[in-house]
């Protein structure tokens, strides 16, 4: 079946609108690949010759060439016109034995017929270890029976009544307008909230503008 398929392909005339599709797919291929350099490999197949499918290869980690044959997958979809045309983040290998994930999209023309696939792999090896390192950097002992805090007494008050006022106006705290903040400020410091201990700073931070612009908010 196999032999079949590629035969037939290889037989099928040249279409012009197969011809456009094929070089913008190459346009999205190189985007694709200076975007995510150098950790995901973006590999272009013309399924009409499945001895010769690759076209174009971008920051090469599986040591194929232009010109390379295509894999199984390739395989299928020109042999089955209902084959997935997405599949996604699946768990495959490099030539090395280094583990990648996947994702392989199949591209038809107007007849439905696949002519094309765009794949993305993408090394897993560096965040692996970024993901060990970040776990030992952010680890924290549960045997260290301390309590503390470094932010003043009062801030997560704070920041839930500022969360609820603008859950009150259907908004988010840092999309609250002026009139709004103002609105807010006089709610805060009636409530004495504008008394702790760098209130301002809190308040600054939960809402994404700067110290002046509390102050200047309070004093309206």
Known sequence: MKTDARKKKASSPPRPDHELLMSQLKQVAQGLGETFAPFCEVVLHDLRDA??????????????????ATTELGLARIADESYPQVLTNYANHLPDGRQAKSTSVGIKDADGKYVAALCMNIDLTLFGALQGML????????????????????AQAI?????????????????????????????????????????AEVVAAHLGVSRATVYNDERD
């Open 51 to 68: 001895d010769h499918s690759i076209v174009a290869i971008h920051n090469n980690l599986s040591g194929r060439e232009v010109g390379d």
């Open 159 to 199: 920041r839930n009544k500022i969360d609820a006022f603008a859950a009150r106006l259907s908004s988010a705290p840092r999309s609250l307008k002026a009139d709004e903040r103002r609105a807010l400020m006089r709610e805060l410091r009636e409530s004495g909230c504008m008394e702790v201990r760098r209130a």
């Open 135 to 154: 776990r030992q950097f952010g680890g924290i002992d549960g045997n260290a029976r301390v309590a503390e805090t470094l932010e003043p007494a009062g």
